[in-house]
């Protein structure tokens, strides 16, 4: 009897894990969205593609409204539309499974009005657990090899949206930002940062988002400004400038030009500060990561939310 009870239970457990893996991993979702009065005199579909970032991840069973749902919003909001809003984003995907994943999903694509999309995330994150696991952190083969395969599907991705999307739907693309910074910069090697060394690799990745979206008439949303630098003019450098509009990618200046974006950014990276204290005014600081350090908080969310909205509807 106890045997049988034991099975039993056994099975409910397993019934109960399988129903929630899809929330665990933090995948797929659709929402309808209305102004915040609650009319609406059209309709619109927003679509989303990316990792966890765009899928709200916060931790196991658990899932907060992301930057997409409250662009989503916005958009809402501003166009006095009714959103069928359309998460198609999963967590730990890698940017080959992203672009994978945007080619089986042709018809929420061709339907959307609004596409954002983000990635390459994992593909760093990857990485940079490998690069530390090196006994004398000399090869950096491994981030040469993540900042080629971000490059390859980001490419891949993007062409199967300039060749799906209605003539009309606006897309935003994401850059990344950097979680974790402070502590790569407490991490040396051979006399050198852990954040001197990614950071490289990570402005060229966020230079090459943006590139190939400018040249296909998408927009770029710069995850790093919005993250890793002040809203003001710090002292952390001798400039008056403010330091996120200082490091800020733009397209005028950048387009098919990544020197000009790197030679402005990496010289003033004592600039760049940790999401954990995102300095929004001259006395204010917004936590905008969770406690993995990698994770938006819901503020952080919101942030990246107002960057695209900043692009318009």
Request: hydrophobic share 35%.
């Amino acid at each position: 009897m106890r045997t049988r009870l034991l099975t039993i239970m056994v099975g409910v457990v397993m019934l109960v894990a399988a129903s929630h893996r899809a929330d665990a991993a933090a995948g797929s979702q659709s929402k309808t969205l209305k102004p915040s009065d609650g009319t609406f005199t059209t309709t619109r579909v927003n679509t989303a593609f990316g990792d966890s970032i765009v899928a709200g991840y916060c931790g196991l069973f658990c899932r907060i409204d992301s930057y997409g749902v409250y662009y989503a919003q916005g958009v809402a909001n501003g166009l006095d539309a009714q959103i069928d809003y359309r998460g198609r984003g999963q967590s730990g995907e890698i940017m080959s499974q992203i672009a994978t994943r945007i080619s089986n999903n042709l018809t929420d694509l061709r339907a959307a009005d609004y596409v954002t999309l983000e990635g390459c995330g994992n593909d760093f994150l990857n990485a940079r657990s490998s690069y530390r696991s090196q006994s004398n952190c000399s090869d950096e083969t491994v981030l040469a090899s993540a900042l080629d395969a971000c490059r390859t599907n980001m490419v891949k991705a993007l062409d199967t949206i300039a060749a799906n999307k209605k003539a009309s739907a606006k897309v935003l693309v994401m850059s990344l930002y950097y979680p974790g910074l402070a502590d790569d910069r407490s991490r040396t090697c051979n006399g050198t940062s852990h954040f001197d060394i990614f950071l490289d690799y990570l402005l060229e990745a966020d230079w090459t988002m943006c590139n190939e979206a400018w040249k296909r008439g998408f927009s770029c949303v710069d995850g790093l400004a919005a993250f890793n630098a002040a809203d003001v003019d710090t002292t952390l450098d001798t400039d008056s400038l403010v330091d996120s509009t200082q490091i800020r990618i733009n397209q005028a200046t950048d387009i098919d030009n990544f020197a000009t974006y790197y030679d402005r950014v990496q010289p003033e990276r004592v600039i760049l500060t940790d999401a954990n204290t995102k300095r929004t005014g001259s006395s204010t600081t917004v936590d905008y990561l969770q406690d993995d350090n990698t994770h938006p908080t819901a503020a952080g969310h919101q942030r990246l939310a107002a960057e695209h909205a900043a692009l318009g509807f």
